[in-house]
């Protein structure tokens, strides 16, 4: 019995090693086969890492030069040559900048401008800054009727001042009333509506 029990012992051998042989002759074939596509496949994984390395690399190089412009826009804002390479660099930056400085100098021009700004809130609070800096009761109304508006419970309060001023009470009183009272000028306008009461 030894004797077949050592010959089937070979038998399993050898035909583990066939095997073993077979799969390796496949996958020879496999990788002679696509072995192009494979070559090809690692270039592009590659070049799409270091695409992506040089793009990050490229983007912070972008944002500190703007960065580094905006602080000369800090100490002279009269820098012509630096208000034109940050708007280069980052023209929301940049937006955000000129927002900064028209406030400060209620440049009502500069703010009608940046109405139409791309960066995310420069917008909404140009248009508020516009309305109060003209004293536009009008303008006011307009911006608090957008439901997105940041400043729509202070547009309420500031038209109603207005009103009130202009001697137009019950009218303020309306405005008032459409504040919210969870809004954190709901005290204020309160304190409003008793003004000018008789």
């Not at 051998?13 to 990788?31: N, P, Q, Y």
């Not at 002279?76 to 900064?100: F, G, I």
């Not at 700004?117 to 307009?142: F, G, P």
């Not at 954190?184 to 304190?191: D, E, N, R, T």
């Amino acid at each position: 019995m030894s004797l077949k029990n050592d010959i089937e012992m070979v038998k399993e051998e050898l035909s583990s090693e066939e095997k073993f042989f077979e799969k390796a002759v496949m996958t020879e074939k496999f990788v002679k086969k696509y072995k192009k596509l494979m070559i090809g496949s690692v270039v592009v994984v590659v070049l799409i890492v270091a695409g992506n390395i040089g793009y990050n690399i490229s983007e912070q190089n972008r944002i500190s030069a703007a960065n580094e412009t905006l602080g000369t826009l800090e100490k002279n804002p009269q820098d012509k040559a630096a208000m034109t390479t940050l708007e280069s660099l980052s023209p929301v930056l940049y937006d955000v900048w000129r927002y900064s400085q028209a406030v400060v100098s209620a440049d009502v021009e500069t703010l009608e401008k940046l109405k139409n700004s791309k960066a995310l809130i420069i917008n909404d609070t140009s248009a508020y800054e516009v309305a109060q800096n003209k004293a536009d009761i009008q303008a006011l109304e307009s911006y608090a009727q957008n439901q997105n508006a940041i400043y729509k419970d202070l547009a309420q309060v500031e038209a109603a001042v207005l009103l009130i001023d202009a001697g137009k009470i019950d009218e303020a009183h309306s405005k008032l009333s459409m504040i919210s009272a969870t809004s954190p000028l709901a005290q204020v306008a309160q304190a409003l509506k008793h003004y000018g009461v008789k």
